[in-house]
């Protein structure tokens, strides 16, 4: 079970289907709260493509396809252009097979940097126009970030920009219930270290404060690596984030450790988890957020993905019986708002003078507002109107986005398979079941040895 696919679990509990209007938009011209300027001024300039097809392939399936092809249709009506996305569940196979073959489409959707920096070592990827650097750098929140990961050493070795980002998604999130926090006179943290101060004070009063489940199936232990990761960026600099997820430091670097330790604080406890310490590793995943609906409560936190709604009680309403924070990053470290989570961006695999002024449009603050208002779309353009999302949940998400001064990838995504996807997951459970940290941090990094 790959993390980045599980987060569009969530969207269809999110979406809706909306009439067309007269003009075959899913929006008319003018009407709500999109950023029509930006866009007629694009309009007005753009050229005539008429006969011209640009193909994209990518994961995204029904409905989300309905959705972006909703986008489409406003570059298709300024330009004449025939827009063709073709989705498919194999995408990152079938991506290789046409680039290989030569027959690969203009754009490739990937839901995951590594696959597209591996094909663009290969000369299988063009870079972006000249200044889109500049321009990501200056118009999304934690601009740099999204460089970076959009850059990526070329054929020859030479760095370029080949990714743009065109939705993300948000890990870096605590789910509480409202009406809990306010029975109780509890206040939502603004600190890692008022969370944790809150996390004792629960724990004062005779209550639980963590909801922590690692069950899923043959990828237990996954949730985990996801508190660490976040634990690393709220302890660390990005950089050493980075050389971590790079094994340029070991795993069991004293920096790892302590961020373990960090995720230790709050699941080797058996005051602070729902079922005692030793339930958190058999405990599911899925399961492990209704404790913060019983009544009794039998937690009041849970930190898990934008995708956990999902596995909410049916009957849970939004604003009312759940809600989210930030995870808090500490108030005593310069470290900033680092938010983790992951996204698709868009590469060039087949360049023509239409890819180029799609690749273009794509900026538009309305290629965003318009999926923005559908679905569980989340972007960091800092240009959009946030009143454009479809409802609460999704702007509320969409300004963590936006207040992030540092976003970083789901990092066990970028390490080898058998680390990320396997003894990072097994140590994680060894680690609940009282393996001391140690041990753990030398067997994972013994594992990436001998991937070498």
Not at 280 to 291: C, E, H, I, L, Q
Not at 424 to 437: A, C, E, I, N, R
């Amino acid at each position: 079970m790959k993390k980045s696919l599980m987060l569009g679990v969530a969207v269809s509990a999110l979406t809706s289907t909306v009439a067309l209007a007269d003009d075959g938009l899913i929006f008319a011209p003018g009407d709500g709260p999109f950023t029509w300027d930006s866009y007629n001024a694009w309009a007005e300039a753009a050229p005539d493509l008429s006969g011209q097809t640009i193909t994209i392939a990518g994961p995204w399936l029904s409905p989300e396809d309905g959705f972006f092809n909703n986008a489409l249709a406003y570059f298709e009506k300024a330009t004449g252009a025939d827009v063709v996305y073709t989705g498919s569940d194999s995408f990152e196979q079938q991506i290789v097979i046409d680039a290989e073959a030569g027959s690969a489409p203009n754009i490739a959707v990937y839901p995951q940097p590594g696959l597209a920096a591996v094909m663009a070592s290969k000369g299988q990827l063009y870079p972006l126009a000249d200044g889109s650097a500049d321009w990501v750098a200056n118009n999304y929140a934690a601009g740099q970030s999204w460089v970076d990961l959009g850059t990526y050493p070329d054929a020859d070795g030479n760095d370029q920009m080949y990714g743009f980002f065109y939705n993300v998604n948000v890990k870096s999130l605590v789910w509480y219930n409202p009406e809990n926090f306010e029975d109780a006179g509890y206040d939502v943290p603004e600190s890692m270290e008022d969370l944790k101060a809150l996390t004792e004070q629960i724990v004062a009063d005779g209550e639980t404060p963590w909801c922590i489940g690692l069950g899923s199936g043959a990828a237990t232990g996954w949730p985990a690596t996801d508190w660490v990761e976040d634990m690393m960026l709220r302890t660390q600099p990005p950089e050493v984030y980075d050389a971590w997820t790079t094994n340029e430091i070991p795993f069991n670097d004293e920096r790892v450790i302590a961020a373990i330790e960090e995720f230790g604080w709050f699941a080797l406890d058996d005051a602070k988890v729902s079922g005692g310490a030793g339930a958190v590793a058999s405990t599911d995943f899925r399961d492990s957020p209704k404790g913060l609906f019983t009544s009794p409560p039998q937690c009041y936190m849970h930190r898990q993905a934008s995708f956990v709604p999902a596995f909410f009680p049916e009957d849970v309403e939004f604003g009312v019986d759940t809600d989210f924070f930030y995870m808090p990053s500490y108030a005593d470290k310069d470290l900033g708002n680092p938010v983790l989570g992951g996204g698709t961006l868009m590469a060039i695999t087949s360049p023509s003078d239409g890819t180029s002024e799609l690749m273009k449009f794509f900026t538009l603050p309305i290629s965003h507002e318009v999926m923005m208002a559908q679905t569980g779309f989340l972007t960091p353009h800092s240009g959009v109107n946030v009143e454009a999302y479809k409802d609460d949940t999704l702007r509320g998400l969409g300004e963590i986005l936006l207040g992030a001064t540092t976003f970083r990838f789901d990092g066990s995504d970028l390490m080898p398979g058998g680390v990320g996807a396997g003894t990072f997951w097994t140590g994680m459970v060894d680690y609940t079941g009282g393996k001391p940290v140690k041990d753990v941090a030398d067997e994972i990094q013994a594992s990436w040895d001998a991937l070498k």
